[in-house]
């Protein structure tokens, strides 16, 4: 259900796509939506695994929060409720739909920075 893309191409949007790799952006957009769906230890698991392959765990500092979450509601998944999140509720189970607080998705990317 693309767990991460909603905030992983919304990354590859505001660098140019010229930053990061698709699934570097991916990668990250991963660690958010884990953030927020409640999945902290998950987050630091999948966080440890990205590491191994010398993925990157941070956005640049110089990519801005707000031109990030801006960009989501680009996504093919918006409606006319907001910009629609896959979340994780439990490894395994997967929904869509989660339509969420701009200042929770806000801190969910703001973290990715160093």
Do not use: C, F, W
């Given at each position: 259900?693309?767990l991460g ?9 505001v ?13 990250l ?9 409640g999945?902290?230890?998950?987050r ?11 993925l ?7 990519i ?13 998944k ?14 395994g ?21 160093p």
């Open positions: 259900m693309n893309h909603t905030i992983g191409h919304a990354i590859e949007t660098t140019g796509y010229g930053r990061y790799l698709h699934g570097e952006a991916i990668g957009g991963l660690l958010a939506a884990l953030r927020l769906s999945q902290d230890e998950l630091d698991e999948v966080a440890g695994k990205l590491a191994v392959y010398d990157p765990l941070t956005l640049d500092a110089d801005d929060t707000a031109d990030v979450l801006a960009a989501t509601y680009r996504d093919k918006r409606s006319a409720a907001g910009v629609r999140y896959v979340l994780l509720e439990e490894p189970k997967v929904t869509g739909g989660h339509v969420l607080d701009d200042a929770a998705v806000g801190a969910a990317i703001d973290e990715l920075h």
